[in-house]
Nanobody
Framework: QVQLVESGGGLVQAGGSLRLSCAAS????????MGWFRQAPGKEREFVAA????????YYADSVKGRFTISRDNAKKTVWLQMNSLKPEDTAVYYC??????????????????WGQGTQVTVSS
């Protein structure tokens, strides 16, 4: 099993940047695919970005391509989401997720095994 704790959220003006972190505990972090999802008020949780277990491949939602970057360090058991050029529509609670299976844009959130508690990101206009 793996436990996930997100940090790095906050309030930022449009055009600004934030870097989210997801620290994992438990064994075999390097065996898990990692992803970031977000959920805005009144909306369903949606895919943002994912990275394979070696970090060699990444996947992004169209809405964040070119602005967000996901990365991981297996030795530090941490995955990051660098968010640049933030927009008010990026406002949401951001969740880190881990799964033994590949996480992509087509992953169903109900199928994922492990979630963090979430961190709030608010982008003001």
């Amino acid at each position: 099993q793996v436990q996930l704790v997100e940090s790095g959220g906050g309030l930022v003006q449009a055009g600004g940047s934030l870097r989210l972190s997801c620290a994992a505990s438990g064994r075999a972090f390097s065996n898990y695919y990692m992803g970031w999802f977000r959920q805005a008020p009144g909306k369903e949780r949606e895919f943002v970005a994912a990275v394979t277990w070696r970090g060699t491949m990444t996947y992004y939602a169209d809405s964040v391509k070119g602005r967000f970057t996901i990365s991981r360090d297996n030795a530090k058991k941490t995955v990051w989401l660098q968010m640049n050029s933030l927009k008010p529509e990026d406002t949401a609670v951001y969740y880190c997720a881990a799964d033994p299976s590949l996480i992509t844009t087509r992953t169903n959130v109900q199928d994922l095994n492990y979630w963090g508690q979430g961190t709030q990101v608010t982008v003001s206009s």
